[in-house]
């Protein structure tokens, strides 16, 4: 008899470990129960993709972006700010295709719009560069995306012509 409730509760436990991280996200998006996460280094501009299970980080992988591609290991740092921040977190489960929306949301997006502005311009590497500083220090002053914003579309309208002072940088 106490043979079979030790094999009872054996399973239990093993449906909860197996099913919870399954379950939790439709009640709880976005838990760390079961979520990949997004983050951008605004000093560098490289992004950060992780993946947790049981708030364990399962993985890890740093890739390059655009910026952090044009700025070849350049590290800009021009204000007191944390380097890595949330982009994007998503998770299984219904209303959590999308992600909650972080100050620094839309920067993995403006990383690949500069690279698509240059590329239609036919920037140089330099101007590149000059374009890639250009947004981090946007970020890092602003304190979130919405500083590169004026960025790219000054590098859109006046096509790298111009220094980065007119590009909304330095």
Known sequence: MMKRWVFIA?????AVLVLAPIVV??????????????????????????????FVRISEQIKDTPLSLALHDETVDVKGIPAWHRVNTFSPGPGAGHSPHYIFHAALWQ?????????????????KRDAARAILTAW???????????????????????????????
């Not at 054996?10 to 093993?14: D, E, H, P, R």
């Not at 990383?111 to 590497?125: C, D, G, H, K, V």
């Not at 579309?153 to 002072?165: D, I, M, Q, R, V």
Request: net charge positive.
């Open 25 to 54: 996200p439709f009640f709880r998006p976005w838990s760390e129960i079961n979520c990949r996460n997004e983050e951008i280094n605004i000093k560098t501009g490289q992004a950060r993709y992780s993946r947790s299970l049981w």
């Open 111 to 127: 990383a690949n719009q500069m690279e698509m502005i240059a590329s239609m311009r036919a920037l140089t590497p330099e101007q």
């Open 10 to 14: 054996i399973g239990v436990l093993a």
């Open 140 to 170: 890092q002053k602003s304190g979130s995306y919405g500083g590169a914003g004026e960025v790219l579309e000054n590098l859109w309208k006046e096509g790298g012509s111009k220094s980065t002072a007119h590009m909304g940088g330095k």
